[in-house]
T-cell receptor, first 112, second 114 residues
Framework: GENVEQHPSTLSVQEGDSAVIKCTYS??????FPWYKQELGKRPQLIID?????GEKKDQRIAVTLNKTAKHFSLHITETQPEDSAVYFC???????????FGRGTSLIVHP | NAGVMQNPRHLVRRRGQEARLRCSPV?????VYWYRQLPEEGLKFMVY????????ESGMPKERFSAEFPKEGPSILRIQQVVRGDSAAYFC????????????FGQGTRLTVV
């Protein structure tokens, strides 16, 4: 089955800095890569996703890049704000499977 | 257009009792997933169900845990004879019929075993 590794487990930045979270996956058949944000005590919510036919996708301050050859994908947050503080999860869904496999999460702390 | 609804939000059980967690998927979604989350840890896959079928239960303990998604009504995750180690947040998610689409999460059920 799919295995997703996520780094770092904790990321502390100053407001206005950029934050980068990296994930690798094992199944070369994976073709859908969503990122979820989970605030304390709340449900995970999708913030951005990318498919294997695209190398990069951007939505305002958030961008995701995908390197299929190396089997890794990254989340980039620019101009971080305190409200970006949360746990971020990457996930990969293998082709033909519906099951998202999640990384262990990154706790992002943005200091004002 | 209600999202994924889970109930109860909080559940307290004594050791040895049964816990029943309910999940109503997004209307029209036929794929349901259950995940377990321990404090400050990730989302651990437990089971994937479609209507009336268990498709993948590779993440679910072989004993005491069971899941169903009947033709009518919510999906149920059932934990028999609960132990303290079962205390966790249990999240349900659902997705539509196209492979590789967003999974929507419920608010979770926080189970505490005392």
């Amino acid at each position: 089955g799919e295995n997703v590794e996520q780094h770092p487990s904790t990321l502390s930045v100053q407001e206005g800095d950029s934050a980068v979270i990296k994930c690798t996956y094992s199944d070369s058949a994976s073709n859908y890569f969503p990122w979820y944000k989970q605030e304390l005590g709340k449900r995970p919510q999708l913030i951005i996703d990318i498919r294997s036919n695209v190398g990069e996708k951007k939505d305002q301050r958030i961008a995701v890049t995908l390197n299929k050859t190396a089997k890794h994908f990254s989340l980039h947050i620019t101009e971080t704000q305190p409200e970006d503080s949360a746990v971020y999860f990457c996930a990969a869904t293998s082709g033909g499977s519906y099951i998202p496999t999640f990384g262990r999460g990154t706790s992002l702390i943005v200091h004002p | 257009n209600a999202g994924v609804m889970q109930n109860p939000r909080h559940l307290v059980r004594r050791r040895g009792q049964e816990a029943r967690l309910r999940c109503s998927p997004v209307k029209g979604h036929s794929h349901v997933y259950w995940y377990r989350q321990l404090p400050e840890e990730g989302l651990k896959f437990m089971v994937y169900l479609q209507k009336e079928n268990i498709i993948d239960e590779s993440g679910m303990p072989k004993e005491r845990f069971s899941a169903e998604f009947p033709k009518e009504g919510p999906s149920i995750l059932r934990i028999q004879q609960v132990v303290r180690g079962d205390s966790a947040a249990y999240f349900c998610a659902s997705s539509g019929d196209r492979v590789g689409t967003e999974a929507f999460f419920g608010q979770g059920t926080r189970l505490t075993v005392v």
